[in-house]
């Protein structure tokens, strides 16, 4: 038998006092600024309130590898919910699942409409929701990725973790692109040295609305395009993932319809996608994410539970940087995920030809174009 002096014992059931003083009301309100987990909330509870580790993990199982487990299973529930609690893309035109699919193709009336001098506000009352949106939503607030469009599918595509938008047309005197009033039919996107390489229609059938076909675009044959994509990583619990529909609004609907009045596809392929299904291309620029997520611990008022909850999510959308350099989306996929999408984005255009006609058993190869 280990027999306890007097002082241990008094050290103990002070220590036991000190933990049971600590109660779900005591920490109900704290409120943690990153992410959710036991590490960070013990720190926000010992720092917002007079509840110690030993209280806290009282609370939460009793010693503290309960207490991580249980906060794990809080902190994953809460997570779940605030995904939940995202904007539906379907919100963003309530235009139905067709239009949505369509506006990504660039067969719609905001991809081919464009104002007139009768109805000069035309454009801005096709995007007045949008911008609604980007007001009142996209800093704040997540916006579900809209993977039940097929441009979007992770389960068919997206395996390079990476999407970007080749608008070739600009319909509107909003910022950059030679349309400068009216009446704009066929003016051009701000040229940023982009070269269209290919498009494999294969990857794209809906897009293109055939099983099979490959497009070539020797020299500058396919006129200026302008490329703009973001990209995001792998994991569950990354917040560039969880966020990436911010990220495809910010690009696909904002930087491009609505800031440039950008429209247009390379022909066969879509407007907006994941790289597998767009157009090989030499360059395109880049949108970079940071995400501060905000929780608070409350009380269930049903079951006298403890609960999580998203209070606030802090998103700053900005170019894509590399110490301190703007770099285009290749750059920035390279330097982040230290992995490359030259196959995709930032290809020789010669190589990727060349390569591409070479898997014909007819064997074509390409032929100079006479002036």
């Known amino acids: 038998m280990v027999r306890l002096s007097s002082p241990s014992l008094l050290a103990v059931l002070i220590q036991l006092a000190v933990a049971q003083s600590c109660t779900l009301d005591d920490i109900a309100g704290t409120t943690i600024d990153g992410m959710c987990t036991y590490d960070y909330l013990i720190q926000s509870v010992t720092d917002q309130t007079d509840c110690d580790k030993a209280g806290f993990d009282s609370l939460f199982g009793g010693d503290e590898e309960a207490a991580r487990q249980s906060i794990f299973q809080l902190c994953h529930t809460a997570d779940f919910e605030s995904r939940n609690d995202f904007v539906p893309w379907s919100d963003i035109t309530k235009r139905g699942y067709q239009f949505d699919k ?128 973001f990209a995001w990583d792998e994991g569950a619990t990354d917040l560039d993932n969880k966020y990436k529909g911010n990220l495809l609004f910010k690009v696909g609907m904002m930087e491009g319809l609505v800031d440039n009045g950008y429209v247009g596809s390379v022909p066969g392929a879509p407007m907006c996608g994941c790289v597998e299904q767009m157009p090989i291309v030499s360059k395109a620029k880049c949108t970079d994410i940071e995400i501060t997520e905000a929780w608070e611990i409350g009380v269930d008022s049903y079951t006298g539970n403890a609960i999580i909850e998203l209070k606030h999510a802090d998103i700053q959308l900005k170019t894509c940087l590399d110490d301190g350099v703007e770099v285009d989306l290749a750059t920035y996929y390279k330097t982040t995920f230290q992995e490359s999408i030259d196959h995709y984005v930032a290809a020789d255009c010669d190589a990727a030809e060349a390569e591409w006609l070479s898997s014909y058993e007819l064997g074509y190869r390409r032929k100079a174009i006479l002036a």
Request: net charge negative.
């Open 102 to 229: 369509e506006f990504f193709d660039g067969n719609t009336a905001f991809n081919q409409e464009y104002a007139t001098a009768d109805n000069n506000l035309k454009l801005s009352d096709d995007v007045a929701r949008i911008k609604s949106i980007n007001t009142d939503v996209l800093d704040s607030h997540g916006i579900q990725w809209p993977g039940h469009i097929y441009n979007f599918n992770e389960t068919t595509s997206c395996q390079a973790r990476a999407a970007m938008c080749c608008w070739t047309a600009d319909r509107d005197e909003v910022g950059a692109g030679s349309c400068s009033g009216t009446g704009c039919l066929d003016e051009e996107p701000e040229s940023i040295g982009t070269d269209v390489c290919l498009v494999n229609m294969t990857k794209s059938p809906l897009a293109s609305h055939v099983k099979r076909g490959e497009a070539f675009f020797p020299g500058a044959t396919e006129g200026v395009v302008n490329c703009h994509g």
